[in-house]
Each structure stands twice: as structure tokens, then as C-alpha cells.
């Protein structure tokens, strides 16, 4: 499953030079992602009443063209790997409708963890809907890719 998300760059998002802030692009891969389990049946919110979290435990960016205010963005993400208890998840940012060329591209990993205790766990064993859910956005975002 690809999934895509699209909105303009604020004014709060640039920096000095009128360019968008570098850590602003982490932020939007967090809006792309959250919209991305949305679509695969897991909302966030869902998780975690469940008692389940997701926390970061790696992030890459790649900054290849600036982009500047009131731009607009489509950020393009998919799962690119998961494994149970963990989830990678595959990013590229584009401006004014040029889809060939990112501005961005980057890639973060995650945990699913027990929300009281933060042991990794298998959705696999214990959510085996949504284990299977994101096992079809993986091969979705595969097939698409």
C-alpha cells in the first residue's frame, strides 16, 4: 500500500533563508505515516487504547532540493519492511507537482511495544489482525513500488 498525503508549507515550517527547516521534513513523515496506518486498518488511537505504542528507533533523511513557503507537498510514503515487532516505513517528498524528482527522501523504523512496560511485542501473537493488515501493506507497497 502507497499512501499519499498533501498540504501547503507554512510559514512556521521556514527558516531565515525562506527555506523549509530541516526538521520540519521528520514531521511530515509522522503525518504520512500516522494517515498510512490509518489506511491499513490500525489507526493510532486504536493502538494505543489497546495498550500497544509505536516509538521511533530510527530515522534517516535525505535532503536533496529545498523547498519554500506556500509550496505545495505531496508526501508519499510505504511500509518497506516489517517483521512483527518491527515496522520500517519509506518516505519521499515532492513539491509543485513534480513527482519525478523529491525534494526529500527518508525512512524511519519502529517498535511496537507494550504501552505500560515498553517490551517489544509480536503483533503477530498478540493483535494477529493487525499483524495481518500490515502484512498486506507490505506486500501492497511491494507490488505498487
Not at 503525518?31 to 494505543?48: D, K
Not at 519492511?81 to 516505513?89: E, I, N, S
Request: charged content about 25%; hydrophobic content about 35%; some cysteine.
Amino acid at each position: 500500500m502507497i499512501c499519499e498525503i498533501h498540504f501547503r508549507v507554512r510559514y512556521a515550517e521556514t527558516d531565515r533563508m525562506g527555506v523549509t527547516h530541516h526538521a520540519v521534513y521528520p514531521v511530515w513523515f509522522e503525518m504520512l505515516r500516522t494517515e498510512l496506518c490509518r489506511q491499513a486498518g490500525i489507526p493510532y488511537a486504536e493502538s494505543e487504547a489497546a495498550g500497544l505504542m509505536c516509538p521511533l528507533t530510527g530515522l534517516q533523511c535525505r535532503y536533496l532540493r529545498g523547498t519554500t513557503y506556500d509550496d505545495e507537498i505531496t508526501v508519499r510514503g510505504w511500509i518497506c519492511a516489517y517483521r512483527g515487532a518491527r515496522m520500517t516505513v519509506r518516505y519521499e517528498v515532492f513539491a509543485n507537482g513534480d513527482l519525478e524528482h523529491p525534494c526529500c527522501t527518508g525512512e524511519t523504523e519502529h517498535a511496537w511495544v507494550d504501552a505500560k512496560t515498553f517490551a517489544p511485542l509480536s503483533l503477530r501473537r498478540r493483535f494477529p489482525a493487525w499483524h495481518e493488515r500490515l502484512t498486506a501493506a507490505l506486500e501492497e507497497g511491494r507490488t505498487a513500488g
